[in-house]
């Protein structure tokens, strides 16, 4: 299929081109209008259709004869346990899980918080909601208690749903501990919490307040598919911003199934009983979209890996995964790749395996780097796929349509706008800018299907991080160029917020928590390019004159402090003591400016700088100390 003609369609003729895509789902009521704005200015697609999200990857399936077909393999080398699915075994447990959330009084439009490490249950627990229309938020097992009591302020679950660890590496992580000081320091109080005992460590149980999860799913009756309207939430799933609130993103019914079918066909060229492996977490939106929604209402196995691509046991456990479980389609982060090459760069161990049955490997998550990208072609021989969105869309921006038409790729390209996103790159002032030349990446409205339709209880925020900058457009927060052949290039955020390792972190927030500490007069966190893990926070800060603590131990305090609030999973672990920051005249902090310096880039001294001789003392401290000091000292 040519690419151009499709795209053109989906934008030009946007109602009959994705009516007749909406046609591909099994709807309870088909919608007979597919887009509408509303009053308030908000876009809806099929307001007016019927469905059930569960259904649709689950049921549906069974009804269809495939119930003796693996829904899911489950393969943990952290626990050493392998276990296949089929859809009959899935609905089953699915149902009763439903049926043990009901017991617990959660109906159609309450909230559940699914608090797990990567277990099966955890993604049945996601489709228990769906099935009785009550809306999850997954919250990633690696947050601090303080990361979840504001998502559990914010979400206000009736219901918590945890397990007794996790696993990192081999280490066993207790989650309860976690989970109760989270309710301890969150105002709004669940009703119940059910918690899976996992059996390398059983926690205790609070009576009638704590619930065994197994117990009671054995206990509870199945419960049947709730029929929900389109445009009512299916998750709420929190990411950063650039504070320390994070955002609640939504995500609709009808129009995420629309688009996950969409997206499956169209983006990743996968067919009914195609094994389809993204190795993520259910944390994350990949987790969200392509571990559970997307290939199980595909009608795909779905491969669920609790597990890292080193050291569980070795770099070799993708590809032996890939060869044992036939996987045709394969998503990761680029840094589980940098991470497997630094362990091992002849890749030894893929010579070990057979990968014929993989078609294409997919990354996201971060700005797939061409030495990485170029390793990968060599090694695997396989088309190696960038591909670039975000938690608030759900699904591919920009990428290269395996099933559409597969364009030359361009190193450091995601390659085109997918269909429905009108991609263009504007100025400060809102012009379109022309070929090459970089800029804010925005969409224009609307959206297409799946994408937020606003935040959690926050429209205003909503309007105010994502709208307002350039009326009619829809702010990504990235900054990029379009080449002259129509590739975009992402070159990075234009906010407070960072990657590191694929995990998508808020400095602002950061600069919260270290500035709590009371040696602190001010600071700055900034995100600083590092080998292994794309990026790394690098703290500045600013002492009090009457701070008697060293600096030394400021230092320890404040590592320990943003492990504690936000989680190990900030990898916030360098700060570096200054005697004053880079400031414009009007005040604000030259992060920007600093980061180029870290980084080692050229960058221009703004014409607004208050004083030009900080920015030389401070260039000289990173110079000397820390510019590329992840990756000199590691690698
Ligand atoms: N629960 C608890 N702790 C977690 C966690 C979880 N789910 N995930 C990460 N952490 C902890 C780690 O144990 C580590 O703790 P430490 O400081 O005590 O060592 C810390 O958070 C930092 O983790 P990470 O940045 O992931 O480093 P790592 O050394 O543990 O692993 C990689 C490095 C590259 C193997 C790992 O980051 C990885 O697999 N990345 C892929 C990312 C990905 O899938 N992203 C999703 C988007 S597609
Ligand atoms: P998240 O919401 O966690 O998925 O993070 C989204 C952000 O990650 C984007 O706004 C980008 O900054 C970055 N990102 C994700 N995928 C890519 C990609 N393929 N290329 C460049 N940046 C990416």
Known sequence: MEYNHFYQQSILQRGKFWGRKAAKIAWYKAPKTVLTLDKQGYYKWYPDGELNTCYLAVDKHVKDGKGGEVAMIYDSPVSNTKRKYTYDEVKLRVSKISGALRDKGVEKGDTVIIYMPMVPDAAFSMLACARLGAVHSVVFGGFAPHELAIRIDDA???????????????????????????????????????????????????????????????????????????????????????????????????????????????????????????????????????????????????????????????????????????????????????????????????????????????????????????????????????????????????????????????????????????????????????????????????????????????????????????????????????????????????????NVAGHRLSTGEMEEIVSSHTAVAECAVIGIEDELTGQKPLGLVVLKDTSTISGEEVQQDLVALVRAQVGAVAAFRTVVIVKRLPKTRSGKILRKTMRMIADDKVFTLPSTIDDPAILEELKVILQNNYIGLVSKKQF
């Open 156 to 498: 206000k679950p009736k219901v918590i749903i945890s397990a007794s660890c996790g696993i990192e590496f081999d280490k066993i992580i207790p989650y309860k501990p976690l989970l109760e000081n989270a309710i301890q320091e969150a105002e709004h109080q669940p009703s119940a919490c059910l918690i899976l005992q996992r059996e390398m460590h059983i926690c205790s149980l609070q009576e009638g307040f704590d619930f065994d999860f197994e117990e009671s799913v054995n206990a509870a009756e199945p419960a049947d598919c709730v029929k929900v309207n389109a445009t009512d939430p299916l998750y709420i799933l929190y990411t950063s911003g650039t504070t320390g609130k994070p955002k609640g993103i939504v995500r609709d019914n009808g129009g995420h199934a629309v688009a996950m079918q969409f997206s499956m066909d169209y983006v990743y060229n996968a067919k009914k009983g195609d094994v389809f492996w993204a190795a993520s977490d259910v944390g994350w939106v990949v987790g969200h979209s392509y571990i559970v929604y997307a290939p199980l209402i595909a009608g795909c196995t779905t491969v669920f890996f609790e597990g890292k691509p080193v050291r569980t046991p070795d770099p070799g456990t993708f590809w032996r995964m890939i060869e044992e479980y036939k996987v045709n389609i394969f998503f990761t982060a680029p840094t589980a790749f940098r991470a497997i090459r630094k362990e091992d760069p002849e890749s030894e161990y893929l010579k070990k395996y057979d990968l014929s049955s993989l078609r294409t490997i997919f990354v996201a998550g971060e700005r797939c780097d061409p030495s990485t990208l170029k390793w990968l072609q060599e090694i695997t021989q396989k088309p190696i796929i960038d591909h670039w969105w975000q938690t608030e869309t759900g699904w591919a921006i920009v990428a290269n349509m395996m099933g559409v038409e597969q364009f030359p790729v361009k190193e450091g390209s995601a390659t085109k706008p997918v269909c429905g996103y009108e991609v263009q790159i504007l100025d400060e002032t809102g012009e379109v800018l022309g070929p090459n030349q970089e800029g804010f990446v925005c969409i224009k409205e609307p959206l297409p299907p799946g994408c937020l339709p606003t935040l959690w209880n926050d429209d205003e925020r909503f309007q105010e991080s994502y709208m307002e900058k350039f009326p009619g457009y829809y702010l990504t927060g990235d900054g990029g160029y379009i080449d002259p052949d129509g590739y975009v290039f992402i070159m990075g955020r234009i906010d407070d917020v960072i």
